[in-house]
Each structure stands twice: as C-alpha cells, then as structure tokens.
C-alpha cells in the first residue's frame, strides 16, 4: 500500500516530493549534481540496494 502511495505522490508532485525528502529545493539534477548527491548520501550511509 505505501508503494502506491510513494509512487503516486513522486510522480504526480515530483519536484515537491524531491524537495521533501532531500531537504532542499531542486530545479533540474543535472549529472554532476546527480553524482554529488550521490555520493553525500552514500557517505550518510544510504544504500538503496
């Protein structure tokens, strides 16, 4: 049930829900700041395997 939820709300608000859940407003991931992110969220200890 949260699945459907998640996957309705990150594709019909899709920018409000990146915004949420990262924190901070985003305009456009580009593959740098993709990479970034990426990365800090590794270093956080994220995994998304």
Same mark, same amino acid.
């Given at each position: 049930?949260?699945? &459907? $939820?998640?996957?309705?709300?990150? =594709?019909?608000?899709?920018?409000?829900?990146?915004? #949420?859940?990262?924190? =901070?407003? $985003? !305009?456009?991931?580009?593959? &740098?700041?993709l990479?970034?992110? !990426?990365?800090?969220?590794?270093?956080?200890? #994220? &995994?998304?395997?």
């Open positions: 049930m949260f699945d &459907n $939820i998640c996957k309705f709300l990150a =594709e019909t608000f899709s920018t409000d829900f990146a915004t #949420w859940l990262l924190g =901070e407003p $985003i !305009s456009l991931l580009l593959p &740098n700041k990479f970034r992110l !990426s990365k800090k969220l590794q270093l956080q200890g #994220w &995994n998304p395997q």
